[in-house]
Structure formats: structure tokens, C-alpha cells
């Protein structure tokens, strides 16, 4: 059905639910499964010094993020890639499919307040109305 997934990851308990259901799929599927991780950037920098802190303590963090995804897929019998790609979320992850053609993003769902979701938005509503794939939101 899918041939090439790609999950969502940012280390939060909603991606992690995202991660074992793309887990399952990939098993059950046999396919390919690759997990990106964005290493947001200040908007607008000060320094030099604050990019490079930023870009530093992002892969310390993805460091283990991407650890953890690769034990899990290993214990279940899945061949994991995982990229990180600098830049905002949803750009960069809209770039990341159409640049790979992947057919499956799994996200995770993360609840914020109606206040919050009508004001910002959210990652998650805006990757559904503009993936170029089909998306599956785990909660």
C-alpha cells in the first residue's frame, strides 16, 4: 500500500505514539521508513554564537530522539533513516516529501487550546491542508 513513510519526530510524547504506529505500518507493509526531525532556527539571530548554541543543543536532543527511534525499530524488525533538516517545521517537512517522495507522513498530535489552535494554528493542522502525501495524525 505505502512505499515509503516518513514520521515526524520531535521528541514529544505525541511523536513518539506517531513513531510506533508508523512502526507497525513499515513492519506490516515491509516498507521503507525514514523519520525527520527539524532543528528550528531563531528567527532572527543576534550572533553567530546563537546559532551555532541553537544548532548544538538541537542535536544533542535529536541525538537521543534518533537513538531511541532506531532501538525501537530494530527490536521490531524495521530499517530506520532518520534525517535532521534545519528550518521551520512545516516548510521544511513539506520540502523533505516532495524531495524524497514519500507516499505516508505520521505525526503526532499534540492538544493545544482552542484559543491557542485559532490564534498560531498548530504544526500538525497545517501539515494535514498542505502535505503533498496522505497524512495519518496519531493521538
Known amino acids: 500500500m505505502y512505499k515509503r513513510i516518513l514520521a515526524a519526530n520531535d521528541g514529544s510524547e505525541g511523536a513518539a505514539r506517531a513513531l510506533q504506529a508508523a512502526l507497525r505500518l513499515a513492519h506490516a507493509f515491509g516498507t521503507e521508513l525514514h523519520m525527520i526531525s527539524v532543528e528550528e532556527m531563531p528567527n532572527i539571530p543576534t550572533t553567530i554564537d546563537e546559532v551555532v548554541e541553537e544548532e548544538q543543543e538541537a542535536h544533542k536532543r535529536f541525538g537521543q530522539v534518533i537513538a531511541r527511534a532506531k532501538t525501537e525499530a530494530k527490536t521490531q524488525g524495521v530499517k530506520l533513516t532518520a534525517h535532521i533538516v534545519k528550518g521551520?517545521?512545516?516548510?521544511?517537512?513539506?520540502?523533505?516529501?516532495?524531495?524524497?517522495?514519500?507516499?505516508?507522513?505520521?505525526?503526532?498530535?499534540?492538544?493545544?487550546s482552542?484559543?491557542?489552535?485559532?490564534l498560531i494554528g498548530s504544526t500538525t493542522d497545517r501539515l494535514v491542508e498542505i502535505a503533498p502525501?496522505?497524512?495519518l495524525v496519531v493521538k
Not at 114 to 118: F, G, V
Open 88 to 112: 521551520h517545521a512545516v516548510p521544511a517537512i513539506v520540502r523533505f516529501i516532495e524531495g524524497g517522495k514519500y507516499d505516508l507522513l505520521v505525526i503526532g498530535y499534540m492538544g493545544h
Open 114 to 118: 482552542a484559543l491557542y489552535n485559532r
Open 133 to 135: 502525501c496522505a497524512v
